[in-house]
Nanobody, 123 residues
Framework: QVHLVESGGGFVQAGGSLRLSCAAS????????MGWFRQAPGKEREFVAA????????YYSDSVRGRFTISRDKDKNSVYLQMNSLKPEDTADYYC????????????????WGQGTQVTVSS
C-alpha cells in the first residue's frame, strides 16, 4: 500500500510558475511509476504527466508539454511537477498518482491516489 501526499498548490497569476511535490510512503520493496492528474469542477479527471520508476522517461499531455516538467527523486520517494507559463485553464485540483510497475502504460490506470492540491491561475 502506497500513501501519497501532495503539496505546493496555491494561487498564481497567468504566466507564473508553481512547483508541486508528492511524497510517497509505504512502498518499500515495490517499484512504481508516478504521475500527476488534474480535475476541474464538473469535469473528468485528466492525465497531466507521468514518470517511470527509474525516472529516465517522462510523459506529458499535449496541453502541458513544453510548459510542465515532471521529475523524480526515487531515494526520497518524491515526485515533482514544475509548472511554468501557467494559464487560467490549468486551474484544477491536482492529484499525485502511482502505479505498480517499471513503466507507464497508456492509460496509466493508477493503483494509488493522493488527496489532491488546488492550483488556481488568475488572469
Amino acid at each position: 500500500q502506497v500513501h501519497l501526499v501532495e503539496s505546493g498548490g496555491g494561487f498564481v497569476q497567468a504566466g507564473g510558475s508553481l512547483r508541486l511535490s508528492c511524497a510517497a510512503s509505504g512502498g518499500t520493496g515495490t517499484a512504481f511509476a508516478m504521475g500527476w492528474f488534474r480535475q476541474a469542477p464538473g469535469k473528468e479527471r485528466e492525465f497531466v504527466a507521468a514518470i517511470t520508476w527509474s525516472g529516465n522517461r517522462q510523459y506529458y499531455s499535449d496541453s502541458v508539454r513544453g510548459r510542465f516538467t515532471i521529475s523524480r527523486d526515487k531515494d526520497k520517494n518524491s515526485v515533482y511537477l514544475q509548472m511554468n507559463s501557467l494559464k487560467p485553464e490549468d486551474t484544477a485540483d491536482y492529484y499525485c498518482a502511482a502505479r505498480v510497475g517499471l513503466g507507464v502504460p497508456e492509460p496509466m490506470d493508477p493503483d494509488y491516489w493522493g488527496q489532491g492540491t488546488q492550483v488556481t491561475v488568475s488572469s
